[in-house]
């Protein structure tokens, strides 16, 4: 790093558009000066995050559990730290392989010519992180940026105020700011942030608001990754055991109290099953979550503003007819602590808010069916999930869904996991977004794919140059031009 390159003062906690734009500046001159880093260096530079991941482990638990209120500390260590960390490993073992030049090949005419494609860093990539999953969210695009050889800023959201003070600090011991840094700060800040002259901009959140991020990036074409949401739906088939299901929706659904975007959003049975259902799904529930007020590793919802638009959608259901179970083992009441128990609505139409709107809390809304094809018609005729979720044993079966609908993944026979899965690429397709990143796809996505063509001395083109009507024509009209 240069050690000339200008420090930029700051006032904790307050950044000005001014702030931004210097902040950005001082990581583009900071990359320009040194554009290529080393596999090493990379490598070098995980393991430093890596370092400061474990560090800091206990204080992102508790700062993230203070933004919710109730964050279970297991679900934070065991679904973002400890699936950052596996994340670093695959990306230390294989970036060396992924940075390799390309051999192309070169056409006849082209020929003693040599092609291939360089993979460089893209320059200064801006992330900005959503509210529930603060750390996976903000250091998983980070790990693509760093193994990609890029410099990083990092926008926090303003509902994750406590988590964004401990990663600042302990990203800023990792890091000189002009490779890596963290804004805080909501508001104006987020707006200026998304209108930064990025090399290439990932944002994570709400289908609406990614719209206005891609809206703001347009304004300077930086290209954009969206890593939106959706109604991930999940369909059973007749065949497949109810209480195998019931306990892979439950974990599924309550993790982070269903505060997850590929949690599974609503669910189709077969007609005559959600009785059966209900009772297994019940019983899984009671067994992880026997009570809800006091229970740490039960999740509040992180804000009132979220907490009351579930309720909403609740009150909006009873309204239109909808009959909502509430699994409250102990009949609890915890709204003084935004806690929702688990709650399943049966009898909903398609014109319930719960229908309508991506859920993101512990509501599982069941429709029946007949047929599979009623099923598939009706995800067909909504906008494409980032997930789509089928149980059923026979592959012939499950080829049929997945190969007659869209989605971001399709899992067979399990939920949420894939996430975690170091050599799947993760992100939407259509409404549910754009891009992808995790796995290869992370390091290709944020590099640039340069093309390279080298000619030797000799100049093969020199020979079917006009006039065209040389003996070298009429060989290329009777073998190439047919």
């Given at each position: 790093?240069?050690?000339?390159?200008?420090?930029?003062?700051?006032?904790?906690?307050?950044?000005?558009?001014?702030?931004?734009?210097?902040?950005?500046?001082?990581?583009?001159?900071?990359?320009?000066?040194?554009?290529?880093?080393?596999?090493?260096?990379?490598?070098?530079?995980?393991?430093?995050?890596?370092r400061i991941l474990v560090k800091y482990q206990d204080q992102f638990a508790e700062a993230i559990n203070q933004d919710y209120g109730n964050r279970s500390i297991g679900e934070t260590k065991i679904g973002e730290l400890l699936t950052c960390l596996e994340h670093i490993k695959y990306y230390s073992k294989n970036l060396t392989r992924w940075m390799k030049p390309s051999k192309r090949h070169v056409g006849i005419i082209h020929q003693p010519a040599k092609?291939?494609?360089?993979?460089?860093?893209?320059?200064?990539?801006?992330?900005?992180?959503?509210?529930?999953?603060?750390?996976?969210?903000?250091?998983?695009p980070l790990i693509c940026a760093l193994a990609a050889g890029n410099h990083a800023m990092i926008k926090i959201s303003s509902a994750s105020?406590?988590?964004?003070?401990?990663?600042?600090?302990?990203?800023?011991?990792?890091?000189?700011?002009?490779?890596?840094?963290?804004?805080?700060?909501?508001?104006?800040?987020?707006?200026?942030?998304?209108?930064?002259?990025?090399?290439?901009?990932?944002?994570?959140?709400?289908?609406?608001v990614g719209k206005t991020v891609m809206a703001a990036a347009a304004e300077n074409l930086v290209p954009v990754i969206l890593e939106l949401g959706g109604k991930s739906p999940v369909l059973v088939h007749p065949s497949i055991d109810l209480r195998d299901v019931a306990q892979r929706i439950a974990v599924g659904k309550l993790w982070n109290a269903g505060q997850t975007c590929v949690?599974?959003?609503?669910?189709?049975?077969?007609?005559?099953?959600?009785?059966?259902?209900?009772?297994?799904f019940k019983a899984c529930v009671e067994s992880m979550y026997p009570d809800i007020t006091h229970n740490q590793d039960y999740t509040s919802i992180v804000n009132d503003k979220q907490y009351n638009r579930l309720q909403g959608y609740l009150d909006d259901a009873r309204e239109q007819g909808a009959h909502v179970i509430e699994i409250n083992p102990r009949h609890e009441n915890s709204a003084d602590l935004r806690k929702i128990a688990p709650t399943i609505v049966t009898n909903v139409t398609p014109s319930m808010q719960i229908m309508?709107?991506?859920?993101?809390?512990?509501?599982?809304?069941?429709?029946?069916?007949?047929?599979?094809?009623?099923?598939?018609?009706?995800?067909n005729s909504?906008?494409?999930?980032?997930?789509?979720?089928?149980?059923?044993?026979?592959?012939?079966?499950?080829?049929?869904?997945?190969q007659r609908t869209h989605s971001g993944h399709f899992g067979q026979n399990t939920v949420l996991t894939h996430v975690?899965?170091?050599?799947?690429?993760?992100?939407?397709?259509?409404?549910?977004?754009?891009?992808?990143?995790?796995?290869?796809?992370?390091?290709?996505?944020?590099s640039h794919e340069r093309s390279v063509m080298s000619n030797p001395k000799l100049y093969s083109l020199k020979y079917i140059l006009p006039p065209f009507n040389k003996p070298i024509h009429k060989l290329i009209s009777k073998t190439l031009l047919r």
């Open positions: 790093m240069n050690s000339h390159t200008k420090t930029i003062s700051m006032t904790p906690h307050f950044f000005d558009g001014q702030y931004l734009n210097e902040l950005l500046a001082q990581q583009k001159h900071a990359y320009l000066n040194y554009p290529l880093p080393t596999a090493k260096e990379r490598i070098d530079r995980l393991a430093r995050l890596k092609a291939w494609v360089q993979y460089q860093p893209l320059g200064v990539i801006g992330i900005i992180a959503p509210w529930n999953y603060p750390l996976l969210l903000s250091i998983g105020a406590a988590f964004g003070e401990v990663l600042e600090k302990a990203l800023a011991e990792a890091f000189p700011k002009e490779l890596v840094a963290v804004v805080n700060g909501g508001g104006v800040i987020s707006d200026a942030f998304c209108r930064l002259a990025f090399d290439k901009m990932i944002f994570t959140g709400s289908t609406a949690a599974p959003d609503y669910m189709f049975l077969p007609r005559g099953k959600t009785a059966e259902f209900i009772d297994h309508q709107h991506e859920i993101f809390g512990p509501l599982l809304p069941i429709m029946e069916y007949d047929q599979i094809d009623e099923v598939i018609d009706f995800i909504r906008p494409r999930p980032l997930a789509l979720y089928y149980f059923d044993f026979d592959q012939a079966r499950a080829d049929y869904v997945a975690a899965q170091d050599d799947l690429p993760f992100g939407g397709v259509g409404a549910s977004g754009m891009g992808k990143y995790h796995g290869p796809e992370g390091f290709f996505s944020l």
